[in-house]
């Protein structure tokens, strides 16, 4: 099992795609579990807020050196990340293949445009060496630096492009981290990575019709010769 630990302003933005289909039995099955950690909640109102049903809790200045944009301060993110931490270590040691108990293993997660690749190997490894996993979120113009240095965080990117937050880049690393964990596709043979599959797949009727002219699926797939739909799908995939 593997635990994602959130660090976000927008937790919400997780449900509709953490809350269907594979995922969702996934934590149903306790396979992962997600869990969230908004920064604002580490924000005490001011004098003037105390007393108010919803006081705005800031959690953004302006950059030193001037600039567009807000950053999101040090402390409220650094509070976040100790609070995931406690969490994680209270889970308790986990038990080795020799029935010893080692400390839970945690890596902490730096969103950033510039950092790291994210790849399947990426994904992979962390599913097989990790059992908690802290991914910090941005937002606005990012966050103070500082808390880099603070926990001596992987700094990584999902692709060479920048979202308006981390939460999109997030979901990305859970989805794939999460297929990588035996039991979550149910047959761990689905991993297309680990077997050839071809980028088109067919499935039935043989014959599609669409405004008079006919689609068939490639005579190959349907001839029962497994080597040569082997052959196919490995010409395919390259």
């Known amino acids: ?11 919400e933005s997780f449900s509709s ?14 396979k992962i579990n997600v869990k969230f950690y908004d920064p604002r909640d580490f924000v005490k109102p001011t004098k003037k807020q105390a007393g108010k049903d919803k006081p705005y809790l800031r959690v953004d200045d302006r950059p030193f050196g001037g600039g567009p944009g807000m950053v999101m301060q ?18 308790g040691a986990s ?10 293993k945690i ?7 510039s950092g790291k690749q994210f ?16 991914i910090i979120c941005g937002r606005y113009e990012g966050i103070d630096a500082r808390v880099k240095k603070i926990f001596k965080t992987e700094d ?18 859970i989805d794939s981290i999460s297929r990588q964990i035996e039991g979550v596709l149910g047959d761990f043979n689905s991993l297309e990575e680990t077997r050839v ?19 068939q699926v490639p005579k190959v797939l349907i001839s029962g010769n497994h080597k040569a739909i082997e052959e196919w799908r490995r010409g395919q995939s390259k």
């Open 119 to 134: 790849d399947t190997q990426y994904a992979k490894e962390t599913a097989q060496k990790y059992q908690h996993l802290v």
């Open 17 to 30: 795609y953490l809350g269907e289909s594979i995922l969702a039995r996934a934590q149903k099955q306790k």
């Open 74 to 91: 040090a402390l409220p993110v650094i509070k976040a990340i100790e609070k995931a931490v406690a969490n994680a270590k209270r889970a």
């Open 156 to 173: 990584v990117s999902v692709g060479p492009f920048v979202l308006t937050g981390g939460e999109l880049a997030a979901m990305i690393m």
């Open 197 to 215: 599959a071809s980028s088109d797949v067919y499935t039935r009727p043989e014959i599609l019709v669409y405004k008079k002219k006919k689609y």
């Open 95 to 104: 038990k080795t293949k020799t029935g010893t108990k080692s400390a839970p």
């Open 107 to 113: 890596k902490i997660v730096f969103l950033s445009p």
């Open 1 to 11: 099992m593997i635990n994602f630990h959130i660090i976000t302003l927008f937790p």
